[in-house]
């Protein structure tokens, strides 16, 4: 069984920054492909950024330039690192795990995920 924890969310004014991380647990980690997603009240669940067994990167058009999806496989651990953050990018930001069968940006394609952490941008 896979367990992944986030850690680094908190409240940051427009225009900085915080970097997101998810610890994981199990040997299997350096394969599986990793994903952030965001949940904002009274919005569905959005993809915003992937990252492959081998590196390979994807980020919602939103986020382009901005946001950067790294992976650590001697800590077991994938981060998120948030720059020029907007009011816009309040949500539940959730790690999301797993050996895909499917697109990196459809949620139900990751067997794994976390509980969330809240990042809140105010303007």
């Known amino acids: 069984q896979v367990q992944l924890v986030e850690s680094g969310g908190g409240l940051v004014q427009a225009g900085g920054s915080l970097r997101l991380s998810c610890a994981a647990s199990?040997?299997?980690?350096?394969?599986?492909?990793m994903g952030w997603f965001r949940q904002a009240p009274g919005k569905e669940r959005e993809f915003v950024a992937a990252?492959?067994?081998?590196?390979?990167?994807y980020y919602v058009d939103s986020v382009k330039g901005r946001f950067t999806i790294s992976r650590d496989g001697a800590r077991n651990t994938v981060y998120l690192q948030m720059n020029s953050l907007k009011p816009e990018d309040t949500a539940v930001y959730y790690c999301?795990?797993?050996?895909?069968?499917?697109?990196?940006?459809?949620?139900?394609?990751?067997?794994?995920w976390g509980q969330g952490t809240q990042v809140t941008v105010s303007s």
């Open positions: 999301a795990g797993g050996s895909l069968l499917g697109s990196y940006q459809t949620s139900g394609n990751y067997p794994y």
């Open positions: 990252i492959s067994g081998g590196g390979s990167t």
């Open positions: 199990g040997r299997t980690f350096r394969t599986y492909a």
